[in-house]
């Protein structure tokens, strides 16, 4: 009891430490939902230039972007619960085994086949984030200025967003670190705070994981020899099922954001 206990405290403790508000991606979606309160004020009483821009192809646009962000983000916390269901009943299937004594070729197949669908749908998922990235409107065509830098500071929230979730689907399908250090940042803040690590390997628990699983299934059997062996996966399972948690955290803050975001948005463009 007192375990659990401290272990609940501990977890506790991990969550409130999250410094997800601190990223510039998530203050660059409070500074837009800022924005966005403002402009559904100066929207409900005034009938200017900026508020009837909202009608033009950008205000469809922006919503299709609101739309598209919520899309990914249900995308990658699918992945991840996919991923943690499978690694947890992973967990219980080796603590109801003693080392050396039967087969956990089936369990650990399991795991790696839902694995290897994540993988594909994250691939997927990543092709289809690069085809959009160049499909956008120019906020140089918006006539009024302050509508124009509105626009402007939407699409780059978009854009840095969209970064972050390329990361995720990255991270999730256990690649290594793509090219946007500021979106990795997202990830390393997230999901390193019981270790220091600076390379992406040691970031990637699921390129881990499924390396050494997939390693102890190539010698034939994919028996577990010894405790040492046994300790040393349970170890590493537990440690990629907080990094799981962890990053469920950090999306679930990005996603109360998101739909934020988009009700201001569509409270404008319905005035």
């Not at 780059?156 to 793509?178: D, N």
């Not at 090219?179 to 220091?196: E, P």
């Not at 170890?235 to 201001?264: C, M, W, Y």
Request: aromatic residues 4%.
């Amino acid at each position: 009891m007192a375990s659990s206990s401290s272990s609940n405290a501990f977890r506790h403790a991990r969550s409130n430490s999250l410094p997800s508000r601190a990223h510039p991606v998530i203050s660059k979606l409070d500074e837009a939902l800022s924005g966005l309160r403002t402009s559904e004020t100066t929207c409900s009483s005034s009938s200017s230039v900026t508020c009837k821009e909202w009608h033009s192809r950008w205000a469809d646009e922006l919503l299709d972007g609101s739309l598209w962000l919520l899309d990914l983000c249900s995308t990658a916390k699918n992945s991840l619960l996919q991923s943690k269901e499978a690694l947890q009943e992973l967990q219980s299937s080796m603590r109801r085994r003693k080392a050396g004594e039967s087969m956990l070729d089936n369990e650990i197949q399991k795991y790696l086949s839902v694995r290897k669908s994540v993988r594909k749908a994250m691939k997927k998922a990543i092709s289809c984030l690069k085809a959009r990235k160049d499909d956008s409107t120019s906020s140089a065509l918006i006539k009024d200025d302050e509508a124009a830098a509105f626009v402007t500071l939407l699409k780059e929230v978009e854009g840095a967003t969209t970064a972050v979730f390329e990361s995720v689907f990255c991270l999730i399908s256990g690649a290594r670190q793509p090219g946007s250090s500021s979106a990795w940042s997202f990830i390393s803040k997230v999901t390193l705070k019981r270790r220091a690590a600076s390379s992406e390997v040691d970031l990637n628990g699921f390129n881990k994981q499924d390396m050494a699983l997939e390693s102890l299934m190539s010698h034939k059997t994919g028996k577990v020899h010894d405790l040492t062996q046994v300790q040393q996966l349970q170890d590493g399972l537990k440690n990629l099922n907080l990094d799981i948690q962890d990053l469920e955290e950090g999306l679930e803050s990005l996603h109360r954001r998101l739909i934020k975001s988009r009700v201001s948005l569509l409270n404008i463009i319905n005035h």
